[in-house]
């Protein structure tokens, strides 16, 4: 999977992937979005100016695979489980492609979730507590020890207690969200 240089990009508040496949000098733009409007007016031109960039460092490293990536137009690979109405869940669909792609064919390819629906729904949710749950509990994060400790603590309450702090917890996450998305 060296062949393969992944970019995440955040553009106004959608994520996307820019994958470079070396060994077959693809550009290819990996979005869960399947909403239909045209290429540029989707990524403008970030896909054209990562890959001046990213040739650019090649050329200084005298990689030969410069050659095959420097040509052909960047294209949007259509995943079956591309959404249309899911406009929150971008970032889960970025990590799951991440995660899964290793440059094969797209029909090809399975990263496990079905097409958009309650099914895919309940897999985004699992997704994104899988993605939380690393990140929270990755060596890299300097508050590591203080979300095992809270987790101790919040482990020692009643299941009651529990449940109703989870509950706020989701009226304050939901409340932030829309104070974010209203924007």
């Not at 733009?29 to 909403?35: C, E, F, L, M, T």
């Not at 960039?53 to 030969?64: H, M, T, Y």
């Not at 489980?81 to 889960?92: E, G």
């Not at 508050?143 to 989701?170: C, D, H, R, S, T």
Request: with cysteine; hydrophobic share 40%; charged share 25%.
């Amino acid at each position: 999977m060296s062949h393969l240089v992944f970019f995440p990009v955040v553009s106004s508040v959608h994520y996307f992937l820019v994958c470079f496949n070396l060994k077959e000098g693809k550009t290819q733009v990996i979005d869960n979005s399947a909403v239909d409007v045209s290429f540029s007016a989707k990524y403008g031109s970030i896909p054209i100016t990562l890959r001046k960039v990213f040739v650019n460092v090649l050329k200084q490293l005298d990689d030969e695979r410069v050659k095959k990536l420097n040509r052909g137009k960047p294209k949007r690979e259509k995943m079956s489980w591309r959404t249309l109405r899911n406009q929150v869940d971008c970032a889960v669909f970025m990590m799951i492609h991440m995660e899964t792609y290793m440059g094969q064919d797209v029909k090809d390819w399975d990263c496990g979730l079905a097409n958009e629906g309650s099914t895919q729904k309940s897999q985004l949710l699992n997704l994104r507590h899988k993605y939380v749950g690393r990140m929270l509990l990755s060596d890299l994060n300097t508050k590591k020890n203080f979300v095992i400790e809270g987790m101790g603590k919040f482990a020692e309450y009643p299941m009651a207690k529990q449940k109703e702090i989870l509950e706020y917890a989701k009226t304050m996450i939901y409340n932030r969200f829309n104070l974010f998305t209203d924007l």
